[in-house]
């Protein structure tokens, strides 16, 4: 079975994890850091920013799928030369604190100007939080028919979580809970759900409507590595028990 393939079986079990190292981090001992945890903790795939000597140093480091990013369409043209095996536009988290908004045209041309330069490469594109739910929808529904094989929902940096420990680990991730279980109904394509996800929240996205989880600051913020491949490990059994369950019932 091609990576690729692997890839897609793992959508298709809703189990697929990717870890995302950060659209806006060049930072090479950080990137490492994140890409060994993901490999010893188990993830599916990566997800590191679009940079060709990036994508050499994962490559070193790993045989897991790497999913690059960018929001510039000829971003991604070096890193897949370099051997990225899919590219993603977006998340756009790190963009909006400087005050950055990327509205539907924009991330449908984008869409349409990447597509015609990398005809062939799986494409995942992300749908902005900022868009009214039901304009996600719309949204969602134009990447694909733009090109886009797979749908990223986010939203964890728009919640405000009122409480602690659990309740607040699923108020963080109402957002990109919500974006998930409306968008999964109405493409054909899977869809990725990041931004404000743990290991509690995980499983709700799959039963949600979601083929898989993208996880970057639970991960890529922490100092320690042993900690780092911990959280990996348990995201990738929260997801293997849901997958157990399920097959009982």
Same mark, same amino acid.
């Given at each position: 079975?091609?990576?690729?393939?692997?890839?897609?079986?793992?959508?298709?079990?809703?189990?697929?994890?990717?870890?995302?190292?950060?659209?806006?981090?060049?930072?090479?001992?950080?990137? /490492?850091?994140?890409?060994?945890?993901?490999?010893?903790?188990?993830?599916?795939?990566?997800?590191?920013? /679009?940079?060709?000597?990036?994508?050499?140093?994962?490559?070193?480091?790993?045989?897991?799928?790497? !999913?690059?990013?960018?929001?510039?369409?000829?971003?991604?043209?070096?890193?897949?030369?370099?051997?990225?095996?899919?590219?993603?536009?977006?998340?756009?988290?790190?963009?909006?604190?400087?005050?950055?908004?990327?509205?539907?045209?924009?991330?449908?041309?984008?869409?349409?100007?990447?597509?015609?330069?990398?005809?062939?490469?799986?494409?995942?594109?992300?749908?902005?939080?900022?868009?009214?739910?039901?304009?996600?929808?719309?949204?969602?529904?134009?990447?694909?028919?733009?090109?886009?094989?797979?749908?990223?929902?986010?939203?964890?940096?728009?919640?405000?979580?009122?409480?602690?420990?659990?309740?607040?680990?699923?108020?963080?991730?109402?957002?990109?809970?919500?974006?998930?279980?409306?968008?999964?109904?109405?493409?054909?394509?899977?869809?990725? !759900?990041?931004?404000?996800?743990?290991?509690?929240?995980?499983?709700?996205?799959?039963?949600?409507? /979601?083929?898989?989880?993208?996880?970057?600051?639970?991960?890529?913020?922490?100092?320690?590595?042993?900690?780092?491949?911990?959280?990996?490990?348990?995201?990738?059994?929260?997801?293997?028990?849901?997958?157990?369950?399920?097959?009982?019932?």
């Amino acid at each position: 079975m091609t990576m690729l393939a692997r890839l897609q079986e793992s959508f298709h079990r809703g189990q697929a994890l990717k870890i995302i190292a950060g659209l806006t981090n060049f930072d090479r001992q950080s990137v /490492a850091r994140t890409v060994k945890a993901a490999h010893l903790g188990g993830a599916t795939f990566l997800d590191i920013a /679009a940079d060709a000597e990036l994508v050499r140093l994962a490559k070193s480091l790993t045989d897991l799928p790497i !999913c690059v990013s960018a929001v510039a369409a000829e971003d991604f043209l070096e890193p897949v030369a370099a051997g990225a095996d899919l590219i993603e536009i977006g998340n756009f988290d790190a963009f909006y604190a400087q005050g950055r908004r990327f509205e539907a045209p924009e991330v449908l041309e984008l869409t349409r100007a990447t597509r015609a330069l990398l005809p062939e490469i799986t494409l995942s594109v992300t749908v902005p939080h900022i868009l009214a739910l039901d304009e996600q929808v719309h949204l969602a529904e134009a990447l694909v028919d733009a090109g886009a094989d797979l749908i990223q929902t986010e939203g964890g940096t728009s919640s405000q979580p009122r409480h602690g420990g659990t309740l607040g680990l699923i108020e963080k991730a109402a957002p990109t809970l919500a974006a998930a279980a409306e968008i999964s109904r109405a493409v054909s394509v899977p869809v990725l !759900c990041a931004s404000g996800i743990s290991n509690v929240t995980a499983p709700l996205a799959i039963a949600a409507g /979601a083929a898989g989880v993208g996880v970057g600051s639970a991960v890529n913020r922490l100092d320690s590595e042993i900690e780092a491949i911990a959280t990996v490990r348990g995201l990738v059994e929260a997801l293997q028990s849901l997958h157990r369950a399920n097959v009982r019932v």
